[in-house]
């Protein structure tokens, strides 16, 4: 099984600060015939259920602020929101789409300093 | 707009049954994987079982496996869960989510149901 890890476990921001989020895989999920990394970003706010943000680790969903990127490949992958605001507040989850068993990191807590 | 109600969630026994669903609108639900993923209170998520747009194929989480089975009507554009032997840890609410064309990630979600497994 493909185990997600994240860090930190939670985070204070200032508004419009940048707030940094890591997910790591134990296995690489980087599918090399199409070099693609099949990863997600899910955003899940108070009382609400997960909205993706971003897939293949760096592909903004229609209709996310510009505000949110991914990045990474591999193992290896971070979600930045650029200038927090007070909507971003929620815990973000990674996810693996690389194997059927669709494993979730275990989220990271975003607040406001 | 696609639209996912789930219902049926409770408090049940352990040891007990219960059967959730979740109906879909908005798109065309016969096309699309759909899956089961739930949150224990103050919890992260964990995905629970998917199946096929047909139906032909299933697949479930080792905590899962032998004790849920999941199923799905495409006439009626619902999605079942059927959940058995229920034990405390499977306190949950069980939110239903649509797939993406035949990769494992999604992109819509239903509001969830509670599931309370106490005596």
């Known amino acids: 099984d493909i185990v997600m890890t994240q860090s930190p476990d939670s985070l204070a921001v200032s508004l419009g600060e940048r707030a940094t989020i890591n997910c790591k895989s134990s296995q690489s999920v980087l599918y090399s015939s199409n070099n693609k990394n099949y990863l997600a970003w899910y955003q899940q706010r108070p009382g609400q259920p997960p909205k993706v943000l971003i897939n293949?680790?760096?592909t903004r969903e229609s209709g996310v602020p510009d505000r949110f990127s991914g990045s990474g490949s591999g193992t290896d992958f971070t979600l930045t929101i650029s200038s927090l605001q007070a909507e971003d507040v929620a815990v973000y989850y990674c996810q693996q789409y690389y194997d059927n068993l669709r494993t979730f990191g275990p989220g990271t807590k975003v607040e406001i300093k | 707009e696609v639209q996912l109600l789930e219902s049926g969630g409770d408090v049940i026994q352990p040891g007990g049954s219960l059967r959730l669903s979740c109906t879909a609108a908005?798109?065309?639900?016969?096309?699309?994987?759909m899956s089961w993923v739930r949150q224990a209170p103050g919890k992260g998520l964990e995905w629970v079982s998917a199946?096929?747009?047909?139906?032909?194929?299933?697949s479930y989480a080792d905590s899962v496996k032998g004790r849920f089975t999941i199923s799905r009507d495409n006439s009626k554009n619902t999605l079942y869960l059927q959940m058995n032997s229920l034990r405390a840890e499977d306190t949950a609410i069980y939110y239903c989510a649509k797939g993406v064309s035949s990769e494992y990630r999604f992109d819509y979600w239903g509001q969830g149901t509670l599931v309370t497994v106490s005596s």
């Open positions: 199946i096929t747009d047909s139906g032909g194929a299933t």
């Open positions: 293949w680790a760096s």
């Open positions: 908005g798109f065309t639900f016969s096309r699309y994987t």
